[in-house]
């Protein structure tokens, strides 16, 4: 049947966030691995990833660039937060 769904935190999401905005759209992978964000993301899978990025709205088929400025206007607030 697969794993039950876990509910995402808000720090996950700051630090979903956060990685998009350092790594760009699609680097779930390098998202994944950064030792900033590894400890809020580490039962989380690069899936997961697309699929919360999906569903917050950010359209993963937008460029990196423009993913990056919208989610540094959105998110870096709570990235600091978090983070800093």
């Given at each position: 049947m697969g794993k039950a769904k876990k509910r995402w935190?808000?720090?996950e999401e700051?630090?979903?966030s956060?990685?998009?905005y350092k790594y760009g759209t699609g680097k779930w992978k390098d998202?994944?691995?950064d030792h900033q964000?590894?400890?809020c993301l580490i039962n989380r899978s690069n899936v997961d990833l697309k699929?919360?990025?999906r569903n917050l709205g950010c359209n993963a088929s937008n460029s990196q660039g423009s993913s990056?400025?919208?989610t540094g206007s959105r998110y870096v607030f709570i990235f600091q937060m978090y983070f800093l």
């Open positions: 935190t808000s720090e700051a630090a979903l956060a990685g998009v998202i994944l691995n964000f590894a400890h699929d919360k990025w990056r400025r919208h």
